[in-house]
């Protein structure tokens, strides 16, 4: 995409705060939670945002979900899984699509990142049931980055946040160190943060998949020209269908109707209320699935029964506490 076009998509992502729209899309979302639980919104975007939002997951910096910095293997939840993940704050497209889907639940705490599947990623069924806990800090910082604020302003003091939290110890890094001091200083600091514990509330998986159909091996055009007319009319014709022999499929194991296939469409929301059994078929190799996802968070009661320590991966580095992030 041009960056008029990006231009574009982001003054309509900076002016969408309380439109016709964002409304209208609001009182369905509801709508659908409220009659089953689980919601289906497709064209959430108009056409040119959406394709922003799809460039721009193209050349994040991915991690490996449940490796590195992003190891979960202490979680009681333990699902098996395999993808990748990004932050979505740093970036304005980003953002501003996750502004979006924030606003869709206003008074909740926005939980978003970025996934991709490729060659055979997928998630085992699990019911996303897994509470959270953030610090007085990190609350302030997401209700900031998510207000009204321009997004090119939010995403850089975004930026800048992370960069200074990337400085900070904490009690894992200074553990492996052996440096006493390193961990006490990490264990007064993390005695100093006061965290509010939340749960999931809502789920969501926004898919930005287009696939281009290739030529077939040997294929011979007898001009130019008529190599690129079939090209662009093949294109035209596929370049948002998404088949289900891609794999990729969001299953619904908790459906009336059994376990309920969905196709990660481009530009199509996936919402349900939490907790519900679900899964992620595996990729077939040789395509991308794409998506935002994550939750709408509301503050959960203090020292509930499941209630455990788990922190947000987009600041797990800086700080002592952790939690799990399953993509859809």
């Given at each position: ?9 982001v003054?309509w992502?900076?002016?969408v705060?309380?439109?016709a729209r964002?409304?209208t ?7 659908q ?10 064209e ?14 193209k050349v994040?910096?991915?991690e ?9 293997a ?27 889907l ?9 939980n978003f ?14 019911t ?8 007085m ?20 003091g ?6 200074s939290?990337?400085e900070?110890?904490n009690l ?7 440096d006493?001091?390193a961990?006490?200083?990490a264990?007064?600091q ?5 965290s509010?514990?939340?749960r ?8 930005l ?7 077939l ?23 948002q ?5 891609f ?7 908790e ?5 309920a296939k969905h196709s ?10 939490v ?7 595996a990729?077939r190799?040789?395509h ?5 996802f994550g ?6 009661a203090?020292?509930?029964?499941h209630?455990?320590?788990l922190?947000?991966?987009a ?7 952790k939690r799990?992030k399953?993509?859809?």
């Amino acid at each position: 995409m041009s960056a008029k076009g990006q231009s574009a998509a982001v003054r309509w992502l900076d002016s969408v705060a309380s439109g016709a729209r964002l409304r209208t899309l609001r009182r369905e979302l509801r709508r659908q939670l409220a009659a089953k639980g689980f919601a289906k919104l497709p064209e959430l975007l108009p056409e040119h945002v959406a394709e922003a939002v799809r460039q721009a997951l193209k050349v994040l910096d991915w991690e490996q979900a449940g490796e590195g910095a992003r190891d979960d293997a202490g979680y009681e939840d333990q699902v098996q899984h395999h993808f990748s993940i990004a932050d979505v704050e740093g970036d304005v497209v980003l953002l501003g699509a996750a502004r979006f889907l924030a606003r869709l639940l206003p008074g909740t705490l926005p939980n978003f990142s970025a996934a991709c599947y490729r060659g055979r990623d997928h998630i085992a069924p699990h019911t996303d049931l897994v509470p959270e806990t953030y610090s007085m800090e990190e609350v302030k910082q997401l209700r900031r980055a998510y207000g009204r604020g321009d997004l090119a302003s939010a995403a850089q003091g975004w930026r800048r946040w992370r960069e200074s939290r990337a400085e900070t110890e904490n009690l894992q890094d200074a553990l492996q160190s052996d440096d006493l001091a390193a961990v006490r200083r990490a264990v007064e600091q993390g005695a100093r943060a006061p965290s509010v514990p939340f749960r999931r509330w809502v789920a969501a998986a926004y898919y930005l998949n287009k696939d281009r159909s290739r030529l077939l091996p040997g294929a011979f055009f007898t001009s130019p020209l008529l190599e690129h007319c079939m090209l662009e009319t093949r294109r035209a014709k596929h370049s948002q269908d998404w088949k289900p022999s891609f794999g990729g499929q969001f299953v619904d194991l908790e459906s009336e109707e059994g376990a309920a296939k969905h196709s990660p469409d481009f530009n199509t929301l996936v919402a349900f209320e939490v907790p519900r059994l679900h899964e992620v078929s595996a990729v077939r190799k040789g395509h991308a699935r794409y998506s935002l996802f994550g939750w709408w968070l509301v503050e959960d009661a203090p020292h509930a029964p499941h209630a455990q320590s788990l922190k947000r991966p987009a600041a797990k580095a800086e700080a002592k506490t952790k939690r799990r992030k399953t993509a859809k």
